[in-house]
């Protein structure tokens, strides 16, 4: 089991620019969650998808949005990006079939955001 | 609300014991505990469901006081292993599926 994977690990863009994050959930989860991680602080939450439908969404503005696919894999994609963008975006996945959306989750190792 | 998490950090000597505790100002759902060392993923510790119920992880438990919306976890006869942050995540009970995390535990323990 590959686990809950994510690309790039690593990724430099500039103001303005936009960058789409990508993550492949553990194998029998059906749920994607996409959080921000600044330094020394704890996951934000973004937004959760399921069956290809957002169906939570944090305090975090339009310019970011997201994709989840028939195979349960999700897209995050930040538009016009800003300084304060820069962080460690996590994806976690979890079954929301099993666990009514209260279970585990498991997290990818992060894609660096740098913005320049 | 982000959940209250204290203390912000605390360094242990091998074999001590240590608890963390998770406050929340909304009326949970379910709390869970993660452990993120540096550089890395965090990582799941356990799910607390039930008001007052405490569940184990080898020598980490914790609890869950559904009325008063606190959580702790207890570290007993810690090892240098279980160094890192840990972070509390509350999930309420509009949604029920979006989990607020609060800004962490940093625990060391030193030999």
């Known amino acids: 089991d590959a686990g809950v994977t994510q690309s790039p690990t690593h990724l430099i863009k500039t103001r303005g620019q936009q960058v789409t994050l990508r993550c492949s959930p553990k194998?029998?989860?059906?749920?994607v969650s996409w959080y921000q991680q600044a330094l020394g602080q704890g996951p934000q939450f973004i937004f959760q998808?399921?069956?290809?439908?957002?169906?939570q969404r944090g305090n975090f503005p339009d310019r970011f949005s997201g994709h989840q696919f028939p195979n349960y894999s999700s897209e995050l994609n930040v538009n016009a990006l800003l300084l304060g963008d820069s962080a460690l975006y996590l994806c976690?996945?979890?079954?929301?079939?099993?666990?009514?959306?209260?279970?585990?989750?498991?997290f990818g190792p992060g894609t660096r955001l740098t913005v320049l | 609300q982000q959940p209250v998490q204290s203390p912000q950090a605390v360094i242990l000597r091998e074999g001590e014991d240590a608890v963390i505790n998770c406050s929340s100002s909304?009326?949970?759902?379910?709390v869970h505990w993660y452990r993120q060392k540096h550089g890395e993923a965090p990582v799941f510790l356990m799910i607390?469901?039930?008001?007052?119920e405490q569940k184990g992880h080898e020598k980490i438990s914790a609890s869950f006081n559904e009325k008063k919306q606190q959580s702790s976890l207890y570290l007993t006869a810690s090892q240098l292993s279980y160094s890192g942050t840990y972070f509390c995540?509350?999930?309420?009970?509009?949604?029920?599926?979006?989990?607020?995390f609060g800004a962490g535990t940093r625990l060391f323990v030193k030999a």
């Open positions: 976690a996945s979890s079954s929301l079939g099993t666990s009514g959306g209260s279970g585990e989750q498991f």
């Open positions: 194998s029998g989860h059906d749920t």
């Open positions: 998808y399921y069956e290809e439908e957002e169906r």
């Open positions: 909304k009326a949970l759902y379910s």
């Open positions: 607390l469901l039930k008001g007052g």
């Open positions: 995540g509350a999930a309420d009970h509009t949604g029920g599926f979006k989990t607020i």
